[in-house]
């Protein structure tokens, strides 16, 4: 079982920039790949970004790329979403999620808004 806490979200306004992070218990952190979700008003809930293996394999929606990049800290059981050049429609609910491949997304954390002014 895996728990994860997100923190770091907030009122920005446009062209501004965001770090969010999550943090996982559990002694396996390095063997899960990581991910973030974000959920606009109204919207579904889509992806964003992930980062596989310990090392960091990334992948990014294309509504992101370039703007945003995930990392992770295997010694802090941490992984990190930094948000550059935000825009209005950046705004909503991000979610931190994890799994083991080759099974889906298996963990959730609870959400941090970010809410993008223009």
């Known amino acids: 079982q895996v728990q994860l806490v997100e923190s770091g979200g907030g009122v920005v306004q446009a062209g501004g920039s965001l770090r969010l992070s999550c943090a996982a218990s559990g002694r396996t952190f390095s063997t899960y790949t990581m991910g973030w979700f974000r959920q606009a008003p109204g919207k579904e809930r889509e992806f964003v970004a992930e980062c596989r293996w310990s090392y960091c394999s990334t992948d990014y929606a294309d509504s992101v790329k370039d703007r945003f990049t995930i990392s992770r800290d295997n010694a802090k059981n941490t992984v990190y979403l930094q948000i550059n050049s935000l825009k209005p429609e950046d705004t909503g609910v991000y979610y931190c999620?994890?799994?083991?491949?080759?099974?889906?997304?298996?963990?959730w954390g609870q959400g941090t808004q970010v809410t993008v002014s223009s």
């Open positions: 999620t994890a799994r083991v491949p080759p099974f889906t997304w298996q963990y």
